[in-house]
């Protein structure tokens, strides 16, 4: 794809390769918790999906390898760019992240949504804030840092991943499953003792990341990449190759 050749604007490249990837290999940390960017189609085979392609291109734009360094939640692959055992990463935004890292503008939004047994009395999203609600979360992921915020009354609880929650819920541990609506969508088609609440309680902004430290010319470097990603088509192309549906490429942001 022509975009793959364009150098980052305004950038020494060489320069910019040895703070972005000091080691002289570019870590990417790779969320397989979110099918919607990262999958492995085997036991023991490498990642693929939208975010394994994003790190492809950018160690093609700076000329260097790429390691990609795959964990089973977000929070996993969030501490991993945080303590600089990788260079960058693919998550959500979000305030409670913010800490040691900077992020890029969003380049994907995704719905996130309930998922309720058939029979729950529950029909809006607005039903779910109640006392005594147990709404079960993926520890440390998007939804879980929104909901702990904007829930005042529910209960909220954690377990390691969304599919461990989806298991919860339909041992009647919790009454309602927080989680990303194209995945919980899945979970409907294939069982009807399952339904989803109609829209969604959040949109998920999907950015890149690479820790502070790295400086303010390789993240407005990073922040340019990704504009150009979603200018050039690269986003949607990536979508439409691993066929992935229920997430919208975000808006162009302003970089300075």
């Known amino acids: ?52 392609d994003f790190a492809q ?25 945080r303590a600089e055992k990788a260079d960058v990463g693919f998550f959500a935004i979000d305030p409670a992240r913010g800490e ?30 109640r006392a005594g609600v147990r709404v079960g979360v993926g520890s440390g992921s998007a939804y879980d840092l929104y909901l702990t915020r904007a829930l005042r009354v529910a209960h909220i609880e954690r377990l390691f991943n969304a599919e461990a929650v ?18 919980l969508e899945a979970i409907t088609r294939a069982d009807s003792a399952f339904r989803l609440l109609p829209g969604g309680f959040m ?8 820790p502070a430290s790295r400086g303010e010319e390789a993240a407005a470097a990073l922040a340019a990449f990704v504009e150009d ?9 990536a979508l439409a190759r691993h066929r992935i549906e229920g997430g919208d490429v975000a808006p162009a942001a302003h970089v300075g």
């Open 1 to 52: 794809m022509h975009c793959m050749n364009r150098p980052l604007p305004s950038y020494d490249l060489a320069a910019l390769a040895s703070t972005m990837a000091p080691t002289g290999t570019l870590r990417a940390s790779i969320n397989l918790g979110n099918p919607m960017l990262a999958r492995r189609d085997a036991e023991g085979a490498p990642p693929v999906g939208v975010s394994v």
């Open 57 to 81: 291109a950018l160690g093609r734009r700076l000329g260097v390898p790429v390691e990609l360094v795959a964990f089973d939640k977000a929070a996993q692959s969030v501490e991993a760019v």
């Open 100 to 129: 040691g890292l900077r992020f890029t503008a969003p380049y994907l939004l995704i719905e996130g949504s309930y998922l309720v047994p058939s029979d729950s009395a529950f029909r809006s999203n607005d039903e779910v804030d």
């Open 166 to 183: 989806v298991d919860a819920l339909r041992r009647s541990q919790f009454d309602v499953a927080a989680g990303i609506r194209k995945q």
């Open 203 to 210: 949109v998920i902004q999907q950015a890149m990341g690479l």
């Open 229 to 237: 990603m979603k200018a050039s088509g690269f986003v949607a192309e």
